[in-house]
């Protein structure tokens, strides 16, 4: 048999190490600035701790801090000017004020790549919300939605109709309404529901029937929605694996162990999913593919 000479069987180590740190290459498409009082300084801190080699910062809109004192549009720019490698970022406002347009398209402008994440008290398919999938229409972006019952959102029963109306356009499915909705026997006023999931749930039969949306598993919704049922998450996992996005959503200061949940969900990712292959999608080629990152 032919030997290898040192320089060879170097040059294949190094290129092995390089596939694999390929494969592993994690995006985390929900993070925020000011999270709860984090600085920038710790955020970075918890992303690189977490082994996140690219995040997605969504801004807060003008009058609203998405419930956890985000930070706006102006601070996501800066942060991802700064670190141009590890960070990109999305526009945000409110839908429904004069300047909804006019603020998104500045920052849309500027380098977003996305808008989200709206969070906001409205319907699901109201004009505001079509004004704002227009916005996305029109610069070919996605569309972040946070689905919480009678608090943002609302009707995503309703949701169908926005999918329909805006083929062109992909939406991003998040937290508890989007979440428990999985399950078809669902009861909407519970949060963050327990025990045996019935596949067929809302979100499910969205995912199945409509290319144009998909799954960020951030926060304690996703991860909850993984751990109550793992026998029903790894068949969710593989049925919908082309359209999981990783996210964490997560404002601790570490980036590790119990406390952090972006990390018990890379766990529970990594542990739930079908094959190698599944997990690379969802912890990065999805949203390389859906947000246009290398």
């Not at 600035?33 to 955020?43: C, I, K, V």
């Not at 009058?63 to 996501?76: H, R, S």
């Not at 526009?91 to 998104?104: G, S």
């Not at 082309?242 to 997560?250: A, E, F, P």
Request: hydrophobic share 35%.
């Amino acid at each position: 048999m032919r030997q290898l000479s040192r320089r060879t069987l170097l040059g294949m180590t190094c290129a092995a190490m390089a596939s694999r740190a390929a494969d592993e290459s994690i995006i985390d498409i929900h993070q925020h600035t000011n999270y709860s009082g984090r600085t920038d300084a710790q955020l970075v801190t918890h992303q690189r701790a977490m082994g996140v080699a690219k995040s997605v910062l969504l801004p807060a809109g003008s009058k609203y801090g998405l419930a956890a004192d985000a930070g706006g549009n102006d601070t996501v720019l800066e942060l991802a000017r700064k670190y141009p490698k590890e960070y990109v970022f999305f526009a945000n406002e409110l839908p429904d004020i004069p300047e909804t347009r006019k603020v998104i398209e500045q920052y849309l402008k500027l380098g977003a790549i996305g808008i989200g994440e709206q969070k906001f008290a409205m319907d699901c398919d109201s004009k505001h919300m079509r004004l704002i999938a227009d916005i996305a229409k029109d610069y070919k972006v996605p569309v972040l939605m946070h689905f919480q019952h009678e608090t943002y959102n609302f009707h995503i029963e309703r949701f169908h109709k926005m999918l329909e109306a805006y083929p062109t356009v992909n939406f991003i499915g998040h937290a508890q309404t989007w979440w428990g909705n999985i399950d078809k026997n669902h009861s909407q006023p519970v949060m963050y529901p327990k025990g045996p999931v019935t596949p067929g749930g809302i979100t499910d039969r969205l995912l199945t029937n409509y290319p144009n949306i998909f799954g960020d598993l951030s926060a304690g919704s996703g991860l909850n929605a993984l751990l109550r049922d793992e026998a029903h998450a790894r068949e969710f996992l593989k049925r919908h694996q082309d359209r999981m996005l990783y996210g964490s959503d997560c404002s601790d200061r570490t980036g590790e162990g119990k406390p952090c949940s972006g990390a018990e969900q890379l766990a529970a990712v990594r542990r739930l999913s079908p094959s190698a292959e599944a997990t690379r999608k969802m912890l990065h080629g999805n949203a390389a593919r859906l947000f246009k990152l290398t």
